[in-house]
């Protein structure tokens, strides 16, 4: 248990739905985060929010659309995605103080796009 | 952020000491080793980092070459919830936001 839960685990989607996938840390951090980790690829960072406000959009297309509403809950909206979006979905927070920032990471959503 | 180079896999016996060595050649003086792993359909989890200086936790220790063109993560006594893909990363201390992840180290525990 690292403090970062991800809802649901497991989400199955045909390309024209439209879901989200929801994180939540108890750590009292200020900087989330989303990964994508595709088969047989490294991590990818996809979006970076500190102190609610977005400091980074790793080139994600506009069918990703990311909400940090509070500190301590992250959405990513989905809608009309492409099979090969079928992925890992990880989440993770950390101080955002910046130095020597260690990242907790959630235990993801298996994404499954038919 | 400097590039790591890590053997992509290992393996080694219940109770001995398990070694993963990284390459960072190009580390600069203000970077930090970081490492991390995976479990399998887990998220990373966080182990160890150091700038040079040899480091140590109950998890694992680090140890730095004095030219920091390389490191090693030793797990002491590895045990079968060892087995994972090891990740070492170099990151400059202030901007954790952008870790990098390579391939890794997958390690296999075995009895």
């Known amino acids: 248990e690292t403090g970062v839960t991800q809802t649901p685990r497991h989400l199955v989607m045909g390309m024209t739905n439209k879901k989200s996938l929801k994180c939540e840390q108890h750590?009292?951090?200020?900087?989330m985060y989303w990964y994508k980790q595709s088969a047989k690829k490294p991590l990818e960072l996809m979006f970076v929010?500190?102190?609610?406000?977005?400091?980074e959009n790793n080139s994600v297309p506009s069918r990703f659309s990311p909400e940090c509403p509070n500190s301590s809950h992250l959405f990513l909206h989905l809608h009309t995605l492409q099979p090969e979006d079928s992925a890992l979905y990880l989440c993770a927070s950390s101080q955002g103080n910046g130095d020597l920032d260690e990242q907790y990471f959630g235990p993801g959503t298996r994404l499954t796009v038919t | 952020d400097a590039k790591t180079t890590q053997p992509p896999s290992m393996d080694c016996a219940e109770g001995r000491a398990a070694n993963l060595p990284c390459n960072h050649s190009?580390?600069?003086?203000?970077?930090?080793v970081y490492w991390y792993r995976q479990i399998h359909s887990q998220g990373p989890q966080y182990i160890i980092h150091?700038?040079?200086n040899n480091e140590t936790n109950e998890m694992a220790s680090l140890i730095i070459t004095e030219d920091r063109k390389s490191s090693t993560l030793i797990l002491p006594h590895a045990t079968l919830r060892d087995t994972a893909v090891y990740y070492c990363i170099v990151n400059r201390g202030g901007s954790n936001y952008k870790l990098t992840f390579g391939k890794g180290t997958l390690l296999t525990v075995n009895p």
């Open positions: 190009t580390i600069s003086g203000n970077e930090y």
């Open positions: 929010y500190n102190f609610k406000e977005q400091t």
């Open positions: 750590l009292g951090h200020n900087a």
């Open positions: 150091g700038l040079k």
